[in-house]
Nanobody, 128 residues
Framework: QVRLVETGGGLVQAGGSLSLSCAASGLRLSDYVMGWFRRAPGKEREFVAQVSWNGVTTGTADSVKGRFFSSRDNSKNAAYLQMNNLKPEDTAIYYC?????????????????????WGQGSQVTVSS
């Protein structure tokens, strides 16, 4: 049974930092692309970042570029999202998701509908 568990969310003041972790079980993470998404109150789920199987960040949303950094440690079957200089508009539930990697490469950004497994989400709240 595949399971993704996010941890590390919480409440932080604007300008602060948080680090999210996504622990995977039931699969070998090195066979998967990792995606990070978020859903703010009253809004659609949106893309945050995508990391290829070997740790290369394929893409980062413009709204978080230069502030959020994604990484992964396949030996630990885990991925991470470091969030710096947080803003109130970053308040959302953050999700990690995986999809099996493409043998021909994963250079394009995948839509959320293209991911196979999702974590339960972790709340991040940024106060002004």
């Amino acid at each position: 049974q595949v399971r993704l568990v996010e941890t590390g969310g919480g409440l932080v003041q604007a300008g602060g930092s948080l680090s999210l972790s996504c622990a995977a079980s039931g699969l070998r993470l090195s066979d998967y692309v990792m995606g990070w998404f978020r859903r703010a109150p009253g809004k659609e789920r949106e893309f945050v970042a995508q990391v290829s199987w070997n740790g290369v960040t394929t893409g980062t949303a413009d709204s978080v570029k230069g502030r959020f950094f994604s990484s992964r440690d396949n030996s630990k079957n885990a991925a991470y999202l470091q969030m710096n200089n947080l803003k109130p508009e970053d308040t959302a539930i953050y999700y990690c998701a995986v999809r099996r990697r493409n043998v021909y490469g994963d250079s394009r950004l995948y839509a959320d509908s293209e991911y196979s497994y999702w974590g339960q989400g972790s709340q991040v709240t940024v106060s002004s």
